[in-house]
């Protein structure tokens, strides 16, 4: 999994990673919490609604968030789209800013009188579009409890949600019941998208700063295993490089033999080439299928291989045959290759 299409999920990660460092470093974590007495109530500390969402107090807080939001956000701003993601996580940081300070005034006489520093409202907000619009990829059961591979994302929450009773619980529900809000298209929420200039300002100066968001190049090239000589002891001057990938002719012949045309290989050798294609299911079948980028040699290329090294095992002739591209570049082997 990568940050292919999802920048706002990654400035999201970096952001709250390098403030929350920040505020431990400088030690100024006790201007991030939330709380209506006496900061709010008596010395009217407003600030504090806005800049409580920007860092978590403490590493393990931190951990789980950057956990939840690259294997769960990540998800939903693809499903979403960047500038739809983005207006939606202003939009539900905004809601749940507002329903915490509702919350304070309403609940402060039942215990309810901190809120802990850190965007939980945000993350469960995304958790709760997660739950609603990415489907399950497989099930299982443990001790006859079904669960989903979305359930190990839902008890990470879990653990965010119990780190610090009872604000972070009146977070999570917050975050929620913000998502919900959105998703129910109240006020037209969802069809809100952040201005044009704040979209070409953030690619233009912000985009830059999070690093490259491609998936890591995964090679299809491949060395073959080398093979020695029974005979002499030594090993064949093959350098040739495999790759796993089938080339493009290949893989249109292959397509071709699928769908039940012949290919010109097959016109041209009498329907030999059935007989490979047949031997190849065959042996798919009995799980003796050859590796990827290892060709099947047809019996008269090996025939045609022993009538000219008559001195080489079989066994040697077929293996230079399967590292080889055709006939010709065996033999081309076969002769570099000491005796």
Do not use: C
Request: charged share 15%.
């Amino acid at each position: 999994m990568s940050f292919e299409h999802a920048p706002v999920s990654k400035g999201l990660m970096a952001g709250l990673a390098l403030s929350s460092i920040l505020v431990g470093v400088f030690d100024v974590k006790h201007y991030f919490h939330l709380q209506l007495v006496p900061h709010i109530s008596r010395h009217y500390q407003y600030w504090r609604l806005g800049i409580h969402h920007l860092a978590f107090s403490s590493s393990s807080e931190l951990f789980i968030a950057e956990i939840l939001l690259f294997n769960i956000g990540v998800q939903v701003e693809r499903q979403f789209g960047v500038l739809k993601f983005a207006s939606f996580a202003v939009i539900s940081t905004l809601l749940s800013t507002l329903l915490e300070f509702i919350s304070l005034i309403l609940f402060h006489r039942a215990g309810l009188d901190y809120i802990p520093p850190g965007p939980s409202a945000l993350i469960f907000s995304i958790i709760y579009q997660y739950s609603r619009i990415v489907p399950s990829s497989y099930s299982f059961r443990i001790f006859g409890l079904a669960l989903t591979n979305k359930s190990f994302a839902y008890v990470f929450a879990l653990q965010l949600a119990l780190s610090h009773l009872p604000g972070s619980a009146a977070a999570s529900i917050i975050g929620i019941l913000a998502g919900q809000i959105y998703r129910s298209d109240l006020a037209s929420l969802k069809g809100y998208r952040l201005p044009p200039w704040v979209a070409s300002l953030a690619s233009k100066y912000l985009l830059p700063l999070i690093g490259s968001l491609r998936p890591a190049r995964r090679s299809n090239r491949a060395l073959p295993d080398d093979a020695v000589d029974t005979d002499s002891g030594s090993r064949p001057q093959n350098d040739e490089v495999i790759t796993t990938a089938r080339t493009p002719a290949a893989a249109s012949a292959a397509q071709r033999g699928s769908s039940g045309g012949p290919t010109e290989g097959a016109q041209q050798n009498g329907g030999a080439s059935g007989g490979s294609v047949v031997r190849e299911w065959v042996e798919g079948i009995t799980g003796r299928a050859p590796a990827a980028g290892i060709r099947i040699p047809s019996e008269a290329e090996i025939t045609h291989l022993t009538t000219m090294f008559p001195d080489m095992q079989r066994d040697h002739l077929v293996r230079t045959l399967q590292r080889s591209p055709n006939i010709e570049s065996a033999v081309e082997t076969l002769l570099s290759s000491p005796q």
